[in-house]
């Protein structure tokens, strides 16, 4: 789950980080007030959606006066944010962070994340910060400094040496690098963050660092003993196919493909994919309905894939251990039955009660293709997508 930057810079006051003073509005005469109460300008309105790289897409603005703050507010909000990471739509800005601006002497980055290679939290750091720090990634890989953190001895005053270093920083400002290493740590693991980033951790003209700005993102499943954390939930800034999924414990993520899969296990929809990539097939979503999926809960996921006006076809994909295979065939056939279905349907089958499974599909009366394997199936869905085509 991703949150806004003003929320996550709440977050890291709460843990002792530096941010800027600034406050959030949701209409331009609530951003003026604000910018009031902040002792005036200069200061910094920043766009609040889920999205990188809103500098370049005019969604942080400088402004000097409060008749600036107030036209840049209204230009902003209720508007849609077009920036390399939200697709030609944009994201509509709902709220804007009025801040106070921070005389910056250098740009740094740092973050937090769990290397899946290592099994580990890693900080990542260079002195290269900013809204390039992709480029730098690309070109200049040896400017970005890891390192990862032994689960067993925990975080230690080495690490935040080492991180000061790597971000060229001494004397006073590599204590304050170290206190800010040892308060992001903390709160990675207190909230079970997923992505802490400080793009820019700023250096500022009066030798201070001061988190810029803030990206967080916290593990989806460890929700439920972070209440606080899923309260900051903001559903505007989710798909509304994947918002609908999650109120029935749905594993959905939408893609860009045509053809809707409806798979248990995850693997097993990693695998269907790839496959249906492989005979030219796009997918159109990633949903995995689990492993004790009811009758009602398969029929939502297959309405939830036909909501999408892109998918062309269907490729259900079950192999039923803990889920039977008469309990997905019932769904499927209440399902197409509802939403009268009128596109290709594959459905493959196999594990417990796969008989019956089958017998249900075949006397439903509907149009639906069997498969005998998961090769089979991607092959006939590919090909029945590009035939009614």
């Known amino acids: 789950m991703n949150i806004h930057e003003y929320q996550a810079k709440d977050l890291l006051k709460q843990y002792g980080a530096p941010v800027a003073e600034g406050r959030i509005a949701a209409s331009p005469h609530e951003a003026k007030a604000h910018a009031e109460a902040l002792g005036g300008g200069p200061l910094v309105v920043k766009a609040q959606i889920h999205a990188g790289g809103r500098g370049k897409g005019g969604g942080i603005k400088l402004v000097k006066t409060l008749e600036e703050l107030h ?40 973050s937090l ?19 390039d720090i992709e480029k730098v990634a690309a070109e200049t890989p040896e400017k970005i400094a890891t390192l990862t953190i032994d689960p067993a001895s925990g975080l230690s005053a080495f690490h935040g040496r080492a991180i ?19 308060s992001l ?49 903001d559903i505007h800034e989710e798909d509304p196919a994947e918002v609908e999924a999650s109120k029935h414990d749905l594993s959905y993520v939408k893609l860009d493909g045509d053809i809707g899969c ?19 097939g796009e997918p159109a979503n990633f949903l995995d309905v689990g492993g004790g999926a009811t009758k009602e809960r398969v029929t939502e996921a297959f309405k939830i894939i036909l909501s999408d006006p892109n998918v062309k076809g269907v490729l259900v994909n079950i ?71």
């Open 71 to 110: 036209a840049e507010a209204d230009r902003m909000l209720g508007k849609p944010l077009v920036t390399p990471q939200t697709g030609p739509k944009g994201r509509i800005v709902r709220s804007v962070y009025v801040v106070k601006d921070t005389t910056i002497a250098r740009e740094l980055y740092l």
């Open 113 to 131: 994340l769990v290397d899946r290679g290592s099994g580990r939290i890693a900080f990542i750091a260079s002195t290269e910060g900013g809204v």
């Open 164 to 182: 000061a270093s790597a971000l060229k920083l001494e004397g006073v400002l590599a204590k304050q690098c170290a206190s800010l290493v040892a």
């Open 185 to 233: 740590y903390k709160l990675f693991l207190d909230k079970d963050a997923s992505l802490i980033e400080i793009n820019p951790l700023v250096v500022t003209k009066e030798g201070n660092l001061v988190c810029l700005d803030a990206k967080m993102s916290f593990e989806d499943n460890a929700l439920f003993r972070h209440p606080d954390i899923a309260a900051l939930r």
């Open 262 to 280: 409806m798979v248990n296990g995850a693997g097993l929809a990693m695998a269907t994919m790839d496959i249906i990539k492989l005979y030219g």
């Open 319 to 389: 192999f039923g251990g803990i889920m039977r295979c008469d309990t997905i065939a019932e769904g499927i056939i209440a399902a197409a039955r509802e939403v009268k279905l009128a596109i290709p349907l594959v459905v493959r089958l196999e594990g417990t009660n796969v008989a019956l499974g089958k017998e249900l599909l075949e006397k439903s009366g509907l149009a639906i293709i069997p498969a005998d394997d998961l090769d089979d199936a991607a092959k006939k869905a590919v090909a029945a997508v590009k035939s009614a085509a």
